[in-house]
């Protein structure tokens, strides 16, 4: 809403009894739980002429369910989920060689995995990868899904101390392809097995693995997301008047002309 900004929200499982946590200026986006369900991470997404938001500080927050009370963490990042113990907040992070040109620019892209603590502080790299856009880690911690080139991927992943160098080839580790005709919104399973993601108005689940047999099947779409929205429809006539209109007949223009809108 251009005028109120946005709001986070949650629900009970049936859909009914929805609570506002957080409202912000600016445009919420990328909610996750903590683990023991007490907290929501979310990002404030960066203000635009599109979607506005110049009022609000962009970012990566967190917000108690219990309270409302909610704490800037970080300023860059997105995809931001709690770890296990709920002590940490893991974000993707693009940096690129400083080439103009803004994201669609021939610039150098490198992803990264980084996490910190509740206020910000104590930033740790754990993986990085040249046009790697998205990662993110499952909640067991014991696999990385990734996307290059708008395709998902999924590599073991184990702390080691060393940031992970992640690519699609020349891995130590094994890599598995999730997708083939790209996707969007990865998310993994409690249990860590399973990932899922959507394409258009198609949801798909894989089973991680699977995907590491020598003959992975196929992932097929498991559900159709149909959303039907009646849309706002003018009703009657306007006039704009005492216009001055330039025609597309040569160089005619019309002073004081008036535009009929049916």
């Given at each position: 809403d251009d005028e109120r900004g946005s709001s986070l929200k949650v629900i009970d499982s049936s859909?009914?009894?929805?609570?506002?946590?957080?409202?912000?200026?600016?445009?919420?986006?990328?909610?996750?739980?903590?683990p023991d369900g007490e907290r929501i991470v979310y990002r404030v997404e960066t203000a635009s002429k599109h979607m506005g938001g110049y009022r609000a500080k962009p970012g990566i927050y967190w917000v108690?369910?219990?309270?409302?009370?909610?704490?800037?963490?970080?300023?860059?990042?997105?995809?931001?989920?709690?770890?296990?113990?709920?002590?940490?907040?893991f974000y993707s992070y693009i940096s690129s060689d400083g080439a103009a040109g803004g994201f669609y620019s021939t610039a150098t892209r490198v992803g990264k995995l980084e996490s910190c603590n509740l206020d910000g502080f104590d930033v740790r790299e754990h993986a990085s990868g040249t046009d790697v856009l998205e990662m993110k880690l499952s909640p067991d911690r014991a696999w990385l899904a990734f996307s290059y080139h708008k395709q998902y991927f999924v590599v073991p992943y184990r702390e080691t101390g060393v940031p992970l160098q992640v690519s699609t080839r020349g891995n130590v580790l094994p890599v598995a392809p999730l997708t083939t005709h790209g996707g969007y919104n990865l998310v993994w399973s409690a249990d860590s097995e399973t990932v899922q993601w959507t394409l258009g108005s198609s949801l798909y689940r894989a089973s991680v693995a699977e995907q590491f047999a020598v003959t992975a099947p196929p992932v097929e779409p498991v559900a159709s997301i149909d959303l039907a929205v009646a849309t706002d429809v003018p009703e009657?006539?306007?006039?704009?008047?005492?216009?001055?209109?330039?025609t597309m007949n040569g160089n005619e223009v019309i002073e004081d002309g008036t535009v009929v809108v049916e």
């Open positions: 859909g009914k009894a929805a609570r506002t946590i957080e409202q912000s200026s600016g445009v919420i986006r990328q909610p996750a739980f903590s108690s369910i219990a309270d409302g009370e909610s704490h800037f963490v970080a300023e860059r990042g997105f995809a931001p989920t709690f770890s296990p113990d709920g002590e940490r907040v009657g006539v306007l006039a704009l008047t005492h216009a001055r209109l330039i």
